[in-house]
Structures are given as C-alpha cells and as structure tokens.
C-alpha cells in the first residue's frame, strides 16, 4: 500500500503553494489537518459539484477549508464553525493570503448551538471534521440543510484504524462513538452513504430524500 501512495502522490501535481505551507504550519505546532489525499477529494466534489454553498464544521487551521474555497466558483460562499479563535486567527490569515476572505465567513461559536438556528438551506456540500462525540448530533443537524442530492462529507471514520479493531474494554470515547456513528451513518434513511477507505476513513453520503 505504501508503494501504492507513493506513486500517486508522485503522479499529482503539487498543491497550492498555500497548502503546502499550511500543511508545515500544522505539522510544526501540532494541529491535526485532514489528509493531503482528503483535501484532493474535497476539491474533486467541489469542482464536479460546482458547489457555491458549502458548510464545514471544524475550522482548525483552515487546510481543507482552503481546499474547497480554492475549488468553489466565483460567486461560491462557505461558512466555517471552529470556536477556537487562536486556531481560526492563523485560517484566516491564510484565507487573505489566498484572496478568498469575501467567500469564507469563520463562525467562533460551539458548532451545536450554531447549528440549530443556522438559518443557509439548499447547501451543496457539508464536512465534518470536528468533535467526534457530536458527530451524530452535528450530522441530524445538517441533513436537513443539504439540497436533494447535497453531499455531506465525514472525516477520521477510522482514527487511525482504531475503530476497525475488535471492541475492546481499553477503547477510548471517541473509538467507541465513532463505531456507533459509522453504524448510524451507513443506515441512516436519508442518505445513500459510503465510507471510503481514504485518509483517516472518509464517508460520503447523499441525501435522497
């Protein structure tokens, strides 16, 4: 498999000079960015998509938030919710740098008490990559928001691929939530879900009713 990653990331170009430096930035203080290959993928359903109306919840350092704005068309919008404002002061330094401020509106609140007044509907596109305990609650949440064949997008459905190990006494929260969730996720009724074996386990799913 490494054989495998590594011609693949040979074979594509490289990304935004932007995202590079970003990707060192969180390396070097530590903040957990999604995946180069996820951030590929964000792009790709952007751009297929030509999604204008994209909301993530997780802002961080705004690595994958720069991979869908950079994708978006002109008139794009996405909405981003972090309430960490030290992490959000370094995205939107980032965001200027790439001219994309007038598209990007950073949301300093608890994700949850934003979400359930949120007032966007009809979005193309919602990411979650945020406090794994509330993956549920944020995902009944945004379903409702997403246009009929809206897409939302689940990042660290395997941590590591903790969450593909048997059960075990010793498993953390988060293992133990996100094993639940993937279960909810893959039946909820309305959406056709999928979780790919990309980054740190990626799910898909469109909402079909």
Known sequence: ???????????????????????????????????????????????????????????????????????????GKLWTIDPDTARTEVALTYIRRAGEDDHITI???????????????NL?????????????????????MLKRSGIVVIDNCMLDGRVAAPPSPDDDADVVAMRAFNDYFLSHPELDATILPLGDGTGIGARIR
């Open 1 to 75: 498999m490494t054989e495998i990653l590594r011609y693949l990331e040979a074979s594509h170009p490289a990304p935004h000079p932007l995202l590079l430096e970003l990707e060192q930035h969180g390396r070097k203080d530590g903040i957990p960015i999604v995946s180069r290959e996820t951030g590929r993928f964000l792009s790709v359903l952007v751009h297929m998509m030509q999604a204008n109306r994209i909301l993530e919840v997780g802002t961080a350092y705004g690595y994958s938030t720069l991979w869908m704005a950079l994708a978006q068309p002109p008139a």
């Open 107 to 121: 949301f300093n609140q608890d994700a949850l008490e934003l979400l359930e007044n949120f007032q966007q509907r």
């Open 124 to 144: 193309d596109i919602v990411f979650i990559d945020a406090d794994k305990a509330q993956y549920r609650a944020y995902l009944d949440l945004v379903v409702p």
